[in-house]
């Protein structure tokens, strides 16, 4: 039988690392934020007594478990699927990369699903102080994992401390270098601070949609009000760290700023173009509005600064799909100048004492929700598309790292993939959203309370008694069935 | 110190490899055993008797992979090109069985609970079969041309390969039976026992006949069983595996009897160390027939033709990951076994951790 219709082996690699990829991170990004908000929720409520960080806490700590439980499947695939379909990649990174990997797992993962039991289930078991210091190390866990992973990924733009054997193979030669490569420290500034975003305008919208129904719920106030202060404060900082993160790829993947700006030509004094069309065949970007030098100035700093253009090399050495570079960019850009605009409107509400009951502002706040979700994917897409044609970033190129694989068995993963993140997800997603469509109700019932049963050997009472300091046993179970 | 390197990661994965095998395995074996439980009460039961640990049991995998990937990168990068199949498969039936274990908590009617409950039990099939094939396909052989697998894509499919599934999805519902033995009691723990029983001979059939059929794969395995001086080294394996066997098949009614004549333990926090002795004898048998393989395999990672050495990374990199491996496995092997220390104790009908 043939397979002609069928594209390459290699495309099909490709669709299936950036579905997979993409599908995963949203997880991640949800979770890094999102574990470290639990943490400080259960830090206040263990400083202040207040029963309404514990509520919080348990209403947020539901979302945590599926999000995470989501976030750690679809992560498995990935750790496989670069031996499956990018063997060439394994084996000539191996020396350098897995022992990073290797890293991620031991310090970061272990830490995380050993403790997340505690974290979700042990609260009755442990007692308040262990049960923190629990949800403490899940946290740190998902930061250490940003950390490898980050690190990894970085080494692949900008790689540094190894040598190449005649096969083609990399050699660690300096772990230092390697971890703490060129661009690390910038993506990982720039990621984790969206990871917080994203958590910060999920946890917003769910608020808003909440005190547009009830504005004097005290548990949608906290949220709303905690999570504003959060894109008040980092949506702003975040821009600022993109623009460095931005001027550190200027200078080691210069194609990549070109292809990001829709720049073919290498000039001075280059204009900022705001909306147009790059189009690949004519070699030139279709502008519909640009400000002059305004590119120059972000990227240099300076109103007739140099900057590259796309045609500075041959096309085989360029991006290979422009366009979604370009238009990613800007929707990562679009979206991040909207929520700094939003926590700076939050600041100025807050002054005036209206944040939880101007109107117009929580359903800016509830469209804002996925805001940093779509800002963090189309970065992702942004910086990942725009290091093609390259795994190793001037090394290796993407073609000669695919395995030796048929299309047909790549084609059938793929579709595998495709139907059962949809159905499997899809279903996970639904559901989160009917735990975000429930109110945060007093006396929050934790994932250990879902069912009307009750951890053996147990004796609710007493240790609920002590969970809440300052007397604060709303929390009982005995006494709320 | 450098050239005991590739030894000790040989080891290590191994290790880490087996402790996938038992630990995942009894969770894998609980989704196995579902249908013979039908009733909500018990499977909310048996769930919650693993709930707090299957997200550690299973990172384990994780660590094989990206080791493999680290200290053996030939190995990572001939191994699962050549086991693509099965290896998405598997990857695939952990995602159901893994948001199923959330989900079947928090679905909101009989309907959808079913549903989940289906993901998790079929999950557990497809994920233990698979895993099995991938090593009746790894026993057999892979071939290996110019660094990169140069077989087929159904290469892993063989009489052979189907019989390691079969006899893997045994002995993971055997580990789940007598994990339920320990962590239970009342009806299910007797329920349990019962399936104990079959399921061990199921899981010494398997044994036998894999152990029967080896020999004749590669002459390389023949010399280690049936020549000398090799057949003495290997002796006590299964020397050891028959003590193992009588020991589980008496320890079995022994649970029985204590539960009977035991004082009723309100809290539920006794250890109880004896009602997991089948728990253990069946660790053995895992333990033994992995040995076993490993005296097969010994001293190639992708058979016939890649030897541990021939696969090692670099000694620089197997020394980075080794100082952290040095470190880190004692903790995490610690506060694994608080995790499980800290959730010790019979899980009781109306009572669970979500």
Known sequence: MTWDFLPSALDLARFQFAFTITFHFLFPAFTIGLASFLAVLEALWLYTGRAVYLDVFRYWLKVFAIAFAMGVVSGVVMSYQIGTNWSVFADRTGNVLGPVMGYEVLTAFFLEAGFLGIMLFGLERVGKKLHFAATCLVAIGTLISAFWILSANSWMHTPAGYS???????????WWAIVFNPSFPFRLAHTVTGAYLTTAFIVGGVAAFHLLRDSRNERSRTMFSMAMWMAA????????????HGLNTLEHQPQKVAAMEGHWERQRGAPLILLGQPDMAAEETHVLLEIPRLSALILTHEWDGETPGLKDVPPEERPTNVPLVFWAFRVMVGLGTAMATLGLLSLWLRWRG??????????????MGPAGLVAVTAGWITTEAGRQPYTVHGLLRTADSVSPIAAPAVGASLLAFILVYFVVFGAGIWFLFRLFSQPPHMAEEGPEEMEPIRTSGI???????????HGATHGDPAKRH | MEQHLPLIWAVLIATAVFLYVVMDGFDLGIGILFPWFPEKDERDVMVNSVAPMWDGNETWLVLGGAGLYAVFPLAYATIFPALYMPLILMLLALIFRGVSFEMRFKAHNARSQLWWDRAFCWGSYVAGFCQGIALGALVQGIRVENRAYAGGWWDWLTPFS???????LVGYGLLGACWLIWRTEGALARKARRHAWLLGIGTLACIAAISLIMPFLQSAFRERWLALPWMLYAAPVPVLLAVLAGLFFR?????????????????????????GAPFLCVLGWFFLSYTGLGISLWPNIVPP????????ASPASQKFLLVGAAVLIPIILSYTAYVYWLFRGKVRVGAGYH
């Open chain 1, 164 to 174: 190449i054997l005649p096969d083609g193979r990399f050699m660690p030669e300096d």
């Open chain 1, 233 to 244: 404060i980092v949506a702003p900082v975040q821009i600022v760290i993109g623009d460095f």
């Open chain 1, 354 to 367: 209206r944040l939880h009951d101007t109107r117009w502002f929580l359903r800016a706040a509830l469209l």
């Open chain 1, 459 to 469: 004796t609710p009472g007493p240790a609920m008694h002590h969970a809440g300091p």
């Open chain 2, 162 to 168: 189907l019989l390691t599934g079969l006899a893997l």
């Open chain 2, 251 to 275: 320890a079995i009614p022994a649970t029985e009897a204590r539960e009977a004549s035991a004082p009723h333990d309100p809290t539920g926090r006794n250890f109880r160390w004896r009602d």
């Open chain 2, 305 to 312: 033709s890649v030897s541990i050495w021939e696969a090692s």
